[in-house]
């Protein structure tokens, strides 16, 4: 068992400081091949008795290397389970136009104007839908892993959440985490 730790704790040591090993440092942001990019992102999360699931298909065109402009298709729920008074779930529809501009690098910021059509269903009844609007903006970090795609890491305020409560809002806070990737043809 000594000589494992050793082994190991030689090589981590080797590794930390050898200068050939730079996988995830590139030395420049790559030049992606075409003009289109696509991808998306998907959510899922479960927190005490509300399960929430989504898909956010997208298509961007690359007017310049750094400008990026596009759209997403959206498909949100969130489902809360009550044995008490019966299940509710939330259905969200929608789409939003994006814009993103590469900074320095990976990091860019972002903003997105975001229409969605959301219903609930109480017990096999279906209600009534409502549309709503948000606005995002924020900032982001892509990771390149070939001159062909990215994986991205992005932060966003909800400009349009009204922090007294009087908006109607499908979020439950004003800042959005999103994972997703892309790809260029």
């Keep these: 068992m000594k000589r494992i730790t050793t ?46 699931l989504g ?8 007017v310049f290397d750094c400008l990026e402009v596009g759209t997403r298709l959206i498909y949100e729920l969130d489902y809360i389970f009550d044995r008490q008074n019966g299940n509710y779930s939330f259905h ?25 059509y959301g219903m609930n269903v109480y017990n096999h009844t279906v209600s009534k839908g409502k549309w709503f609007n948000s606005v995002f903006a924020g900032a982001g970090y892509r990771q390149y892993f070939s001159n062909r795609g990215f994986a991205y890491l992005l ?10 409560g009087s908006l109607e809002t499908p979020y439950a806070q004003p800042i959005v985490f999103r994972v997703g990737y892309c790809f260029g043809f």
């Design 7 to 52: 082994l190991l704790a030689t090589l981590l040591f080797a590794l930390c400081f050898t200068n050939n090993v730079s996988a995830q440092l590139l030395p420049d942001v790559p030049q992606m091949k075409g003009r289109w990019v696509m991808g998306g992102n998907f959510a899922a999360g479960m927190y005490g008795n509300c399960l929430n």
């Design 55 to 62: 898909i956010s298909p997208q298509i961007g065109y690359r």
């Design 92 to 116: 969200y529809f929608g789409g939003a136009a994006y814009t993103s501009f590469r900074v320095y690098k990976g990091i860019f910021i972002h903003a997105e104007d975001e229409v969605l």
């Design 155 to 164: 932060v966003l305020y909800n400009l349009s959440y009204d922090l007294n």
